[in-house]
């Protein structure tokens, strides 16, 4: 299937635990980017990445990590969950000025 | 620092009616201004967009003004829809800043009513 993925949907952790979310597209665009969605925030900038191996801060990137080792893949890691990190996380990839966004993989910790 | 104001949060509209959402910005630097709409369940995806060489910009039901002195832009939806029922987000992106990469809003949560 054409387009961005996310996995897991879905994931219940509890504080401390490690967690990848994954994000996977198939357009080969240069740029991606990890939101986390939170009601009267908007989506806040975790991170994101110019092309494989190049990555930087957004606006709220304490508390996770990401790589890219290949272009269509872009996961992101809570190293240590916290209850703060309760969200929906949404993974976009960039063509031109258009940013196409994944489903979005809602978390909640415990 | 929220770059992007938006509002109203909620908003409720009959069948028929106008909605008007609005954002206000802080840096004068932004060239590109889109909306993105989000259905339950969803990723947001592009709606319309404007950049600030125009004043509007309108796409079937849709229509973006744009004012550059008051920093502020909005989005009218005419004979809305209860389709159209969704979470609208405004947003903002420099040339300054490492992949364009975009402010976003606090979005508005749009009901239609039948």
């Known amino acids: 299937d054409a387009g961005i993925t996310q996995s897991p949907r879905y994931k219940i952790t509890e504080t401390g635990r490690q967690v990848t979310l994954m994000c996977h597209q198939t357009?080969?665009?240069?740029?991606m980017f990890w939101y986390r969605q939170d009601l009267g925030h908007g989506l806040r900038l975790i991170y994101y990445?110019?092309?494989?191996?190049?990555?930087d801060k957004g606006e709220v990137p304490d508390g996770y990590v990401v790589s890219r080792s290949k272009t269509e893949n872009f996961p992101l890691t809570l190293e240590s969950a916290t209850r703060s990190q309760t969200s929906v996380y949404f993974c976009?990839?960039?063509?031109?000025?258009?940013?196409?966004f994944g489903p979005g993989t809602r978390l909640t910790v415990l | 620092q929220q770059q992007v104001k938006q509002s109203p949060q909620s908003l409720i509209v009959q069948k028929g009616g106008i909605s008007i959402i609005n954002c206000a910005y802080e840096?004068?630097?932004?060239?590109?201004f889109p909306w993105y709409q989000q259905f339950p369940g969803k990723g947001p995806a592009l709606l319309i967009a404007?950049?600030?060489?125009?004043s509007e910009k309108k796409e079937g039901r849709f229509t973006i003004s744009f004012n550059k002195s008051a920093k502020q832009f909005s989005l009218h939806i005419m004979d809305s829809q209860p389709g159209d029922s969704a979470t609208y987000f405004c947003?903002?992106?420099?040339?300054?800043?490492?992949?364009?990469?975009?402010?976003f809003g606090e979005g508005t949560q749009l009901t239609v009513n039948p």
């Open positions: 976009a990839s960039k063509s031109y000025n258009e940013q196409f």
């Open positions: 947003a903002a992106s420099s040339p300054e800043t490492s992949g364009s990469r975009l402010t």
């Open positions: 990445s110019a092309a494989a191996d190049i990555t």
């Open positions: 840096n004068t630097a932004f060239d590109y």
């Open positions: 357009w080969s665009h240069s740029y």
């Open positions: 404007i950049r600030p060489d125009v």
